[in-house]
């Protein structure tokens, strides 16, 4: 019955590294979404899974970034060879369905530092 | 595409005074926009909403009105108060996707 959660909760690579996060939405909520928060900006848009439908990918900002969802439950973000500029919070959100008026209930975010 | 803007900050005001935070937007079609909130060490979380022109989203005596003549947004308090101190986002979402400002920071004194 919790919320959306995130997980590692922080996570500290070294430049060149795959990460991997890890998104648990809520139960029942069939969309899901992933943000990134860089320092001082808003939320940016990466990627959004609608149940089966094919994902949009269309703020991934390279082909560095993939998103993978089973289902309508865990989705898992992957950032390979991660660069310094990758640095940032990523979030997780979810939402009961695609409709533009439902609320996106969010997760605590997966603060990412690229040494 | 649809884009947010709204006023930096950071806001610093005194307990009990007026609160008003801009947003602006640009956007196809007809947007739901949202106000959302994050408390500090704590993840984002909706303030309040309106769905349509004229609407008024309100919640925890925060207000907006959904002005499409002006596309804005913009939110008020009448009288703030030290735990309304965080980081206040506008965004718009046309069809699923939110599109957010880039924040402003409040803080209250006592």
């Known amino acids: 019955g919790a919320g959306v959660s995130q997980s590692p909760s922080n996570k500290v690579t070294e430049k060149g590294k795959d990460v991997e996060l890890r998104c648990d939405p809520i139960?029942?909520?069939?969309?899901l979404y992933w943000y990134r928060q860089r320092l001082g900006q808003g939320l940016e848009f990466l990627i959004y899974?609608?149940?089966?439908?094919?994902?949009?990918k269309s703020g991934l900002p390279s082909d560095r970034f993939s998103a993978e969802r089973t289902g309508e439950s865990v989705s898992t973000l992957t950032i390979q060879r991660t660069q310094q500029e990758d640095s940032a919070v990523y979030l997780c959100?979810?939402?009961?369905?695609?409709?533009?008026?439902?609320?996106?209930?969010f997760g605590p975010g997966t603060r990412l530092t690229v040494l | 595409g649809d884009s947010v803007t709204q006023m930096e900050g950071p806001v610093t005001l005194s307990e009990e005074a007026f609160l008003t935070i801009n947003c602006t937007y640009t956007?196809?079609?007809?947007?739901?926009l949202f106000w959302y909130v994050q408390y500090p060490g704590e993840g984002l979380q909706l303030l309040l909403k309106?769905?349509?022109?004229?609407d008024k989203g309100s919640n925890k005596g925060f207000e907006a009105t959904y002005r499409k003549e002006t596309t804005s947004f913009h939110l008020e308090k009448g009288s703030v108060q030290v735990s309304d101190s965080a980081v206040y986002f506008c965004?718009?979402?046309?069809?699923?996707?939110?599109?957010f400002g880039k924040g402003t920071m409040l803080l209250v004194s006592p």
């Open positions: 139960s029942g909520h069939t969309a």
């Open positions: 959100a979810s939402s009961l369905g695609a409709v533009s008026y439902n609320e996106q209930f």
């Open positions: 309106a769905t349509k022109a004229d």
């Open positions: 956007a196809t079609g007809y947007p739901s």
């Open positions: 899974f609608q149940g089966n439908s094919a994902p949009d």
């Open positions: 965004a718009l979402t046309g069809y699923s996707t939110l599109t």
